[in-house]
């Protein structure tokens, strides 16, 4: 429930945050999250504690939208990438700190409760330093209050640097001023550039997870006890490591983003991932013909795809979903995309266990691998370099992956891949 949750929070989050900005998106998921878990934490009986899985996972939703959105709209280009993957680092340091937390809790009387419950904590801090900060101040100028966007403008840049963004925010504006139509849902698949963006965006967030990254991270102290390790108390430790290496993986990422680019450190990642299931497929096929001592080889095939995986899959799609698309239609789409990557996680996360009692686990392992080298061939095929380009050279870039580069000027897929 707090996938679907998230599914209908991330779906909605996108018109949320063109209508009313990111600052209030955020602070509509802090409320949300925090009152879906004291929910959850005085549940009288289970559909009260789905309730509240319910509230959780719109919160969720709505934030999985905002975060990178507001982080991409504040941040000079050169750094857009480190500071965007710097949310996906919140979220992997979160998930670890989460697994410290419930483990402090095991000990405690209404153990479950009180891991629930403590899950306000952060919505709340955060709902309260959100009110210290500002709004994004390319929805400011395109929105609302242009004094107020330049306001915040001439905090991060220099007197000459801010001069460049005002002209870029002045001709992305006027350019949705001659749009003169109202921005619907049906323009991401009418509209040719927006069309292929979103394609490239939806695309990275399926993979995303259907390489299996939240099956590892859901299912690693079951895989871990599959592997032949049936203490739980090391299944849970071995798991605690992964989670670890998850975090650690992304700080990696977020120093490789803006200097290695967005694409080639995907297609990297998606490589040693391709590598790492396969090991993983092995072990389980050797663990089911009657091979003794081959649970290591497992939880080696486990920790090498969370280093693979982390520092480019875990932050790229998010990174480029959060500056593909143009100023009107930001919103939508990353609010489609990250229901994308949300029912996608859903699919996956109630088939692995199916499926891997249907064919094995070794198989289904195999199944991922397969799918793996696909999500390799589209990043290949479909998803250009945005690295250091600001966001009006990115949605050239569509325009001119739509009807052909214009005569006499520098391609900037060109540009993107030299960068």
Known sequence: MALVGAMIGAAAGGWINDAYGRKRATLLADVVFAIGSLVMAGAPDPYVLILGRLLVGLGVGVASVTAPMY???????????G???TNVLMITGGQFLSYLVNLAFTEVP???????GVAAVPAIVQFFLMLLLPESPRWLYMKKSKSEAIVVLSKIYDPYRLEEELDQLSNALEEEKHRKIAISYLDVFRI??????????????????????????YYSPTIVQMAGFSSNQLALLLSLIVALMNA??????????DHFGRRKLALSSLFGVILSLILLSVAFF??????????WLAVLGLTLYIAFFAPGMGPVPWTVNSEIYPESYRGICSGMSATVNWISNLIVAQSFLSIADAVGTGSTFMILAGIAVGAF?????????????????VERIWKEKAWGSSCGSESLLEKGDES
Do not use: Y
């Open 71 to 81: 982080i991409a709209e504040a941040a000079p280009s050169e750094i857009r990438g």
């Open 83 to 85: 500071l965007v993957s």
């Open 110 to 116: 209404g153990t479950w409760r009180w891991m629930l």
């Open 192 to 217: 040719k550039e927006i069309r292929l963006a979103f394609f490239a965006g939806a695309g990275l967030q399926a993979f995303q997870q259907f390489t299996g990254i939240n099956t590892v991270m």
């Open 248 to 257: 650690a993986g992304t700080v990696v990422g977020i120093n490789l983003i």
């Open 286 to 295: 050797l663990e089911s013909s009657g091979f003794t001592n081959v649970g």
């Open 377 to 393: 061939g589209f990043v290949f095929v479909f998803i250009p370099e945005t690295k250091g380009l600001t966001f009006d050279e």
